[in-house]
């Protein structure tokens, strides 16, 4: 199977997600600067969330580069993906909505987390398929930040239990840690 149908099925998804999450964003009633204070945890949540969703779609784009067939495990194991980002604007509005609640920042990280185990599944599929000496096993090598992420994001899920603040401090490293350009994949397409 070729990879057009996969990679328009999850754009897809990802654009119905985002929009999902912008749609929670409720307007206050009143206008003033005043009555936006209320939502500035929700639209911290929002901006976060938003961040984390960018990243899959341009890493998932990247990777869908290096990809020349597609088979069904790594369907399921896209599925897999879609699955645990579609959950984000749930755990996004219920720890905005409660201000960053323990069990709310708890949760957060447990869908962060999963999400993230998920993006390692189809990356390991992929690599199965197309075999060690592929463009994407290559251009990964060592997978430093992939590797390091999980760890972050479980200190942040137990940090939950001590400190929202060690919780959210993880959160956004990960997400600062991804934002910064990772050009493995581009070079090696190169």
Partial sequence: MTKGRL??????????IITIMVLELK????????DLKPLI???????????????YWNNHHHMMQTVKHVSGSVLWANMHLLFWLSLIPFVTG????????EASVFLYGMVLLAAAIAYFILQFLIIKSHGKDSILAKALGKDLKGKISPIMYIIGVIGSFYS??????????VAIIWLIPDRRIEKALN
Avoid: C, K
């Avoid at 307007?27 to 005043?34: C, S, T």
């Avoid at 949540?45 to 960018?54: K, M, T, V, W």
């Fill in 164 to 173: 929202i603040w060690i919780s959210g401090s993880m959160f956004v490293l």
């Fill in 41 to 55: 945890p929700v639209f911290g949540s929002y901006i976060l969330s938003f961040i984390y969703l960018a990243i």
């Fill in 27 to 34: 307007v206050p009633h009143g206008g003033d600067f005043e």
């Fill in 7 to 16: 990679e328009a099925f999850t754009d897809g998804v990802l654009a119905i």
């Fill in 94 to 101: 219920w720890m905005g909505e409660n201000h960053f609640t």
